[in-house]
């Protein structure tokens, strides 16, 4: 992938983990407690497919977009 493609997408990749993690707070203060913890277990596989599916193989190839 070319790495101008990698940086846009690893950009959108890392928005999207961010608004995930909003719906997860936004259920904490808004949900029953067993809602919230449904909604934040789903959130945490979502999250956790981006970076496995998304960003991990960005970083393979590109290692200098690692945020550190």
């Known amino acids: 992938m070319e790495k101008q493609l990698a940086e846009q997408i690893m950009k959108l990749a890392l928005e999207s983990s961010q608004k995930l993690n909003e719906i997860a707070i936004l259920s904490e203060e808004n949900s029953s407690h ?7 277990k789903q959130v945490a ?3 956790a497919a981006i970076l496995e599916e998304v960003l991990e193989p960005i970083y393979k190839e590109h290692p200098d977009l690692i945020p550190y």
């Open 34 to 40: 067993e809602e919230f913890l449904r909604v934040r």
């Open 45 to 47: 596989y979502s999250i």
